[in-house]
């Protein structure tokens, strides 16, 4: 992770040409490596569900460590005093509130590996939930509270944890680092995939049950192709949607499909199938009946548009609610009363903030002008909460109206 922050700052650096700040009468210069590896950078925020309060990470690099840190700070949707909540030699990361409020979920690697740890929501020592051979990533609360949803790099042939244990440090203990290369996807950008896929599971909160979800060589979360978190439990936690790619060879495809599956181990079935493209990003309406996702429709070009669909669980129809509007979609978020879509889009080198109506009207963008994105809405609906971030500062939280008025600034994490 720190070479790629190196190199990352590097091209930052030959491209910038902002200065340091300085008080006055102080000369100004430019800006230097040590001044930009000494910003905190804010991750993946999310709000509670009783609407007070957001969860998010900060990481603060060391150079001459050549190390990194993450933690989890809290800050009030109102905007007031950011407080530092868990916090560990780890990286603490990932956070996700209970439905009740009274409980955050994170990923840590304080242990040894990436696990998720639950720490009560006003205090006190996080336990750790899972003990995965092969590391979590993403977890994701069902709405009953009673089960977590993550995912994990396994060995597809693996039945269970202790073969994946063993073929793990196998691998790690073995002195030939020579790859026998028998298919494809092997290698995908900067990283090997060394014979592993990417698994989805449930498991109770207590870390006792595990189901996995997918099998043998499918990955959930898909490659690259995929939106910001490719799975999603019904409202009322029976049913889960997530996306996969079911064509044999990845690297030549890019039809992934959305699957539902009713909690815990029911049968995948496919509800995009028709689509020989790229279906990805599910996220239910609060009342349960329609499913949003993203759906590129040329089969096989990667940078296609990105439409904002809407699955009817009812009739089992859907409707296309942005071919009209001449912009891709990202990030997006329901509002509370299921009337409306927002969304973050690239808007002419910067990211926009849009809406659309259900069941379709003409979509049109909130707030422009600027690079806002992983967009929320809160809880009561009244409020947008968001990333910004420009070429003369680094990502801090914000918050606007529905209309995109009144947009305040919520953290200051650099402000020194």
């Not at 949707?77 to 950011?82: A, L, N, R």
């Not at 868990?86 to 409020?101: E, I, M």
């Not at 995912?151 to 039945?159: A, F, G, I, L, N």
Request: hydrophobic share 35%; with cysteine; net charge negative.
């Amino acid at each position: 992770m720190m070479r790629r922050f190196y190199s990352g700052l590097v091209l930052l650096l030959a491209l910038s040409a902002t200065c340091a700040n300085s008080s006055a009468g102080e000369e100004m210069r430019a800006l230097t490596f040590d001044d930009l590896i000494s910003l905190g950078r804010i991750g993946g925020f999310e709000i509670s569900p009783a609407g007070d309060k957001i969860a998010f990470t900060v990481t603060w690099f060391d150079k001459e460590e050549n190390s990194s840190n993450t933690d989890i700070y809290l800050v009030p949707v109102k905007g007031g005093k950011v407080e530092k909540f868990a916090l560990s030699d780890g990286d603490d990361y990932s956070p996700c509130w209970s439905p009740d409020g009274k409980q955050l979920a994170f990923i840590s690697d304080r242990g040894g590996s990436s696990q998720i740890w639950i720490i009560p929501a006003d205090g006190g020592e996080a336990r750790r939930i899972t003990d995965i051979p092969t590391g979590v990533s993403d977890p994701l609360w069902s709405p009953d509270g009673r089960t977590l949803a993550f995912t994990s790099r396994v060995y597809p042939d693996c039945e269970d944890m202790e073969c994946n244990r063993q073929k793990l440090e196998a691998h790690k203990d073995n002195p030939v680092r020579a790859r026998l290369i028998d298919h494809l996807l092997f290698r995908h950008w900067n990283h090997w995939r060394e014979g592993r896929w990417s698994h989805l599971y449930l498991t109770d909160i207590d870390g006792e049950s595990l189901v996995g979800v997918n099998r043998g060589r499918t990955d959930v979360p898909p490659i690259s192709l995929g939106g910001d978190r490719d799975y999603s439990f019904s409202p009322d936690g029976r049913e889960l949607c997530f996306a996969m790619n079911p064509d044999p060879v990845v690297a030549t495809s890019t039809n992934n499909d959305l699957y539902i599956m009713a909690v815990p181990g029911g049968e995948p079935r496919a509800i995009t199938a028709e689509n020989r493209s790229n279906d990805n990003n599910p996220r239910y309406s609060p009342d349960g009946r329609y499913i949003a996702y993203r759906a590129q429709l040329k089969p096989g070009f990667e940078a296609d548009r990105h439409r904002l669909m809407l699955y009817d669980r009812k009739n089992g129809k859907t409707i296309n609610l942005t071919e009209d509007f001449d912009y891709s979609i990202g990030r997006m978020a329901w509002a509370p009363n299921g009337k409306t879509i927002y969304f973050c889009t690239q808007d002419k080198g910067r990211y926009s903030i849009g809406k659309v109506s259900v069941p379709g009207s003409e979509a049109s963008l909130v707030i422009s002008g600027g690079y806002d994105s992983d967009l929320r809405i809160t809880p009561d609906g009244k409020h947008l909460v968001f990333a910004r971030q420009s070429v003369s500062a680094p990502i801090d939280l914000y918050r606007a109206s529905l209309k995109g008025t009144g947009i305040t600034r919520l953290t200051d994490i650099n402000r020194e």
